[in-house]
């Protein structure tokens, strides 16, 4: 029912943008927090921000100033703004989301709080 479907990857020089979309169906609980991770290949997966249903949000500090992310709730669609992209950027980019989440201080975007995960949607950024 519920599902997640990302979109917006692909490959750019380093300096460039991209703004990754999360287009959702099926989900519409009233307390939630939306998220990126990415994965490079043979690291671990990591958050890379986050927002809620109150708009707070959490970004991981590799990407503060660079990237932002925001929603369209009448769409349902998250969004991820790339800015200033470097090499060390370069992963598989997954959208997640999350029941009965609120971002307050402290909160980090684990891996074990979101139970829906969509595909994935490649960024590639070149030297």
């Known amino acids: 029912q519920v599902q997640l479907v990302e979109s917006g990857g692909g490959s750019v020089q380093a300096g460039g943008s991209l703004r990754l979309s999360c287009a959702t169906s099926g989900f519409t609980y009233s307390a939630y927090c939306v998220a990126w991770f990415r994965q490079a290949p043979g690291k671990e997966r990591e958050g890379v921000a986050s927002?809620?249903?109150?708009?707070?949000?959490f970004y991981g500090d590799s990407v503060k100033g660079r990237f932002t992310i925001s929603s369209d709730t009448p769409r349902n669609t998250l969004y991820l703004e790339m800015n200033s992209l470097k090499p060390e950027d370069t992963a598989m980019y997954y959208c997640?989301?999350?029941?009965?989440?609120?971002?307050?201080?402290?909160?980090?975007?684990?891996?074990?709080?979101?139970?829906?995960w969509g595909q994935g949607t490649q960024v590639t950024v070149s030297s």
């Open positions: 997640a989301a999350a029941e009965l989440c609120r971002i307050r201080v402290g909160w980090v975007p684990d891996r074990a709080l979101f139970g829906y």
């Open positions: 927002i809620d249903s109150g708009g707070s949000t």
